[in-house]
């Protein structure tokens, strides 16, 4: 086409712009770079549908605590195309918290951050972080009773740390008081200040992948020697670099289309994440919960020994970051494969083990109180009237039900009570009560003589029946 | 991509500052570079924590009269904060739980629980305040009962003026 090279001619001589963008495009890079290398660029797109939608979003959005949440309403339940674009906000933030956590294994297996890219690895971790940062404002922004309760469970969280505690805490409220300045801290964070420092460092970051070059895949038995690797690594690219532009590029953008065309059907088929109930901070009945992203630590903070959590809740996100950002300068020479780092490869299963595990507790929730566990029935007591029942009715109202299970109903912060008389003697059993246990209250102001006689009575009633010691929870009938 | 030759030096060399007119040039315009920083950064900060700025002291805030509650009971009072701004609307409104125990005397609890602060329930017949978060559960009197929090409920100070039940509120985490 004559007309687009006599455009990109006269733009050529008046910007300067063509050769550095060919380069750009054609610089040679390592063969052999496969599909374990388009996680960084995932991101990058991810990025860029979080930019477009949020652009879009906050043409309807009224960031004000009386109204986000109304607006909000407005664009999910009215505003044409409006649920579509909060389910592609939502889901390309879960996928963009997905592939920077990918990315960062995967470039910590394939030994990528040794020399000479120890910054590519440091701001990496940085983007690692305010990407989460990024996740936590924009739930916040939900402004539901959710987001209102998660603002508040995040300052107390601040609240504990030594010595700056008290104004992290505030910093976070804006004052102490939970309100529209608030949430106008969060919003100026989410729109514009994160990320702003996002996209610096996304800038910066870039800039050394293109000064390093990318890693070559990792062979076994070919080290890292700094002071022979940037030579080996250009002549290595001048014998067998091939140019990224077409040659690698092509993974990138093939596996960023079907990352954006999966968003899209996301957010099409499960749509943006229910609105709960308004931000009213004067209503009880409310279970906050983080988003699936850090439910693993919200886990993490409900099973700890309780005397450890002062230094655990502000320790640990410190850890991981000093842990993280410490990375290269365990060892940034030697072996690149993790066929040959058999540390690097425990150390990620580890991660997986721990995040995992963590995250399935944390969608069970199992420590919670069972505030909808249903009463005890006749059926399920086995009795209608009489002691027997009394107790039930005490076991009932007295809330037990709340954290244990009894006959396959109730939650199981708690032992399984159906069988209890098998475990405990009558002595142990009243102790218990009145004593409470660690996680347990004391019943003794609480209960009358009458109550506990009734309570160990039916606590007492399934003793020996088809009981042996061994019996499991799932086995109790009554389900 | 990038040059060999050496670079032109950046930075101001300090033993001729004075004598050399380029280096002189060079203090001047890192120190302008500053001001220019300082002139913008300190006044805007300094207005996004504003609130470091104004003092905030407990506010007496009533609840209602005197013959809403009954001795012995847990209730939950709503109010609005007095803290909040116009467009605060419904997220300025905000609970206590309100326990007479006589006559004249009342405690009021902070709903928030002192583990990490999510909201907890009164229940009726256990006498106790469950958390959903973490199930920290606490006495009629605000003492931990069991799981993790780490301190009894906060309490507000509670007066009676004029047949009006009011309490000292403070927004919660400035106390702790």
């Known amino acids: ?479 | 991509m990038c040059s060999n030759h050496e670079p032109p030096k950046i930075l101001v060399d300090w033993k001729k500052v004075f004598v050399s007119r380029q280096e002189f040039l060079k203090l001047v315009a890192f120190v302008c570079s500053a001001v220019i920083a300082l002139i913008v950064a300190i006044p805007s900060v300094c207005f996004m924590m504003y609130f470091l700025f104004v003092p905030q002291n407990p506010t007496w805030v009533a609840l209602g009269s005197l013959d809403d509650f009954k001795e012995g009971e847990t209730v939950p009072v709503a109010f609005k904060s007095p803290y909040a701004l116009p467009w605060d609307r419904i997220s300025s409104k905000r609970t206590a739980w309100v326990r007479r125990l006589s006559a004249e005397s009342f405690i009021a609890f902070a709903i928030n629980c002192t583990h990490l602060g999510c909201p907890v329930r009164w229940e009726q017949g256990a006498d106790l305040f469950l958390c959903p978060c973490h199930g920290g559960v606490f006495y009629a009197d605000g003492d931990v009962a069991g799981g993790p929090p780490p301190r009894p409920l906060h309490r507000y100070a509670v007066r009676v003026n004029k047949g009006q039940v009011e309490i000292a509120f403070r927004p919660v985490l400035t106390e702790a």
């Open chain 1, 1 to 479: 086409m004559k007309i687009i090279d006599t455009v990109v001619q006269w733009l050529d001589e008046r910007t300067g712009l063509r050769e550095p963008i060919v380069q750009i495009m054609a610089h040679p890079v390592p063969p052999g770079s496969k599909w374990a290398y388009v996680f960084g660029t995932a991101t990058l797109t991810c990025f860029i549908v979080q930019i477009v939608t949020g652009i879009a979003l906050s043409n309807f959005f009224v960031p004000s605590a009386g109204d986000a949440f109304e607006s909000l309403r407005f664009i999910t339940e009215r505003a044409p195309f409006g649920k579509l674009i909060r389910g592609m906000h939502y889901f390309g933030a879960s996928a963009m918290i997905l592939f920077v956590g990918v990315h960062a294994l995967r470039t910590f297996l394939w030994g990528s951050f040794k020399f000479p890219r120890e910054m590519n690895w440091l701001s990496g971790v940085f983007l690692l972080f305010l990407t989460v940062a990024m996740g936590f404002t924009g739930q916040i922004l939900r402004w539901d009773q959710n987001a209102v309760w998660t603002v508040s469970v995040g300052a107390e969280q601040a609240l504990r740390a030594p010595f700056i505690g008290k104004f992290a805490a505030e910093l976070l409220l804006t004052g102490g008081d939970l309100g529209s300045t608030t949430f106008g801290h969060f919003f100026s964070a989410h729109v514009f200040l994160l990320p702003g420092v996002l996209i610096a460092i996304i800038v910066f970051h870039v800039w050394l992948v293109l000064f390093h070059g990318i890693s070559e895949p990792p062979v076994p038995g070919e080290t890292i020697d700094p002071k022979t690797y940037k030579q080996k690594y250009e002549e290595m690219l001048k014998r067998i670099g091939k140019p990224f532009w077409p040659d690698a590029a092509w993974r990138d953008v093939v596996f960023s289309t079907g990352l954006v065309i999966a968003i899209l059907l996301c957010a099409i088929f499960f749509g943006a994440p229910e609105l709960q109930n308004p931000p009213d901070p004067s209503i009880v009945q409310a279970s906050p919960k983080p988003d699936w992203y850090l439910i693993w630590y919200f886990a993490l903070l409900a099973l700890l020994p309780h005397e450890s959590e002062d230094w655990v809740i502000i320790g640990f996100p410190a850890l991981v970051f000093l842990l993280f950002l410490s990375v290269p300068f365990w060892n940034n020479r030697g072996e690149r494969s993790y066929k040959r780092r058999p540390w690097s490869v425990g150390i990620v299963l580890f991660i997986l083990a721990f995040v995992g595990s963590l995250w399935l507790k944390g969608v069970h929730g199992v420590w919670t109180p069972k505030f909808t566990a249903i009463p005890l029935t006749p059926q399920v007591v086995g009795a209608s009237s009489g002691p027997i029942y009394e107790g039930a009715k005490v076991f009932n109202s007295k809330g037990c039900l709340y954290c244990h299970t009894y006959a396959g109903r109730g939650g199981q912060r708690g032992p399984d009570l159906t069988f209890v008389s098998s475990r405990l003697t009558h002595d142990q059993l009243v102790v218990r009560i009145l004593n409470g246990g660690y996680n347990m209250p004391s019943y003794a102001a609480n209960i009358s003589p009458k109550d506990l006689q009734a309570l160990t009575t039916f606590l007492e009633s399934k003793r020996g029946e088809t009981a042996p010691l061994e019996i499991q929870p799932s086995e109790a009938g009554g389900r």
